[in-house]
T-cell receptor, first 116, second 116 residues
Framework: DGGITQSPKYLFRKEGQNVTLSCEQN?????MYWYRQDPGQGLRLIYY???????QKGDIAEGYSVSREKKESFPLTVTSAQKNPTAFYLC???????????????FGPGTRLTVL | AQKITQTQPGMFVQEKEAVTLDCTYD???????LFWYKQPSSGEMIFLIY??????QNATEGRYSLNFQKARKSANLVISASQLGDSAMYFC?????????????FGQGTELSVKP
């Protein structure tokens, strides 16, 4: 089955720790994205990547880092510099490079991060 | 200024009736795409329907249709014959032509509850 997987589903972190959220897709999509969702809110873009070994900051990149060493994988690291990391994190990938209006983003099931 | 506005925080509809979820948008880009996503309580974002700014006809996908009024900058989602499984959060989103590699801008969402 083609799709996007995210792990873990739930993640607990102590303050001051870095954690890495996994995102894998087997849809052969070029573009991948990380969004953050806070309770009662829409999604906000953290980082995106249109091609392997290249990525760009989104609207709220501070305190986060990413890598794109393989087409299938786009892990997100939430660093200790992120002041309020408790949120729901969603990974997406898109047809084409995501630059055309018609490119549709498909989402993974999400990771719920809680800082203790 | 808000680029995507969903003015209905919550909506109720009787099973088997139709319901319209409102979305207005703001952009100066002539080329853009409008998307609707469904987010059930599990958290995953499910793509429902897409409308391109140059599309002459309103988009339809099964029970979903998009009432696109370009001059009014509105892109309302119509769900016909509501089912109990339609109860979820619904998000309207926009991608502007070639902006930021395909970033989606989301509204705040509308929570739909379908009554039996």
């Amino acid at each position: 089955d083609g799709g996007i997987t995210q792990s873990p589903k739930y993640l607990f972190r102590k303050e001051g720790q870095n954690v890495t959220l996994s995102c894998e897709q087997n849809l052969n999509h070029d573009a991948m994205y990380w969004y953050r969702q806070d309770p009662g809110q829409g999604l906000r873009l953290i980082y995106y990547s249109q091609i392997v070994n290249d990525f760009q900051k989104g609207d709220i990149a501070e305190g986060y880092s990413v890598s794109r060493e393989k087409k299938e994988s786009f892990p997100l690291t939430v660093t200790s510099a992120q002041k309020n990391p408790t949120a729901f994190y969603l990974c997406a990938s898109s047809t084409g490079t995501g630059a055309r209006s018609t490119d549709t983003q498909y989402f993974g099931p999400g990771t719920r991060l809680t800082v203790l | 200024a808000q680029k995507i506005t969903q003015t209905q925080p919550g909506m109720f509809v009787q099973e088997k009736e139709a319901v319209t979820l409102d979305c207005t948008y703001d952009t100066s880009d002539p080329s853009y795409g409008l998307f609707w996503y469904k987010q059930p309580s599990s958290g995953e974002m499910i793509f429902l329907i897409y409308q391109g700014s140059y599309d002459q006809q309103n988009a339809t996908e099964g029970r979903y249709s998009l009432n696109f009024q370009k001059a009014r900058k509105s892109a309302n989602l119509v769900i016909s014959a509501s089912q109990l499984g339609d109860s979820a959060m619904y998000f309207c989103a926009m991608r502007e032509g070639y902006n930021q590699g395909g970033k989606l801008i989301f509204g705040q969402g509308t929570e739909l509850s379908v009554k039996p």
